[in-house]
């Protein structure tokens, strides 16, 4: 029993010199570890809902947002854990380690990266180049990725206004509010979009609305919160929902 048991100190002491000797290579730079693709987009998704909460994610949270079961989402956290790449904690929900957060934000900062080249260098519209970047994401070439920010000329935020990570996995917030809460004669810039699926980009397109645009508020109806608005000489009537997607920074 003696041996079993110094056996597995033995094994137990090698798991946590593992984890160690790979977190310290990835803060390192030298070698990025490989996780897998699903692994990936748990983590992205918990980094994008976490902006948004002050307290932990619930699993049925993450699963509303990968649109997948729940029991799929317990078995993820598990080797996330394992991983130490998340911390678990039973009726608080999950959080990003510090390893987690920088993995998770290097993840977007590819994508987001991507989404620039794609509009910029390949002539990509805004609501083409998210399925093609979410592909793009999972590369693990750091200098690739280094080479491209520079070939861009190092961007600060992507096609659809969203700030981009620098290679520490630091996030610059942008002071901004939604269109929905600025009242008559009030204006903004337009400067990013709460939604970004294809169908709002065109829309927004067929309309005029576009990213770096100043938008005045000229009638709010009490009614429904329907928006009759100026943009680019030209006046528009909006409704609350299109409103409620789309971030201005006020002037």
Known sequence: MLIFANIKLYLDKSKKLFKIIIKLIYLSNKIVPMFTFSE??????????????????????????????????TDMIKKLSEKELIIYKKYQGVTLTDFGKK???NIVRKHRLWEVFLVEKLNFSWDEVHDVAEQLEHIKSPKLIQQLDSFLGFPTHDPHGDPIPDKEGNLKVVEKSLLSTLLKNESGICIGVNDSSSEFLQFLDKKGITLGKLITVLEKEDFDDSLLIKIAQQKLSISKKIANNLYIQKQ
Request: aromatic share 6%; charged share 25%.
């Open 103 to 105: 993995t998770a934000a």
């Open 40 to 73: 990936e987009n748990y983590l992205k998704a918990i980094y994008h809902l976490e902006i948004d909460s002050i307290k932990g994610i619930s699993t049925n949270a993450i699963a509303k947002k990968l649109e997948t079961k729940a029991s799929s989402v």
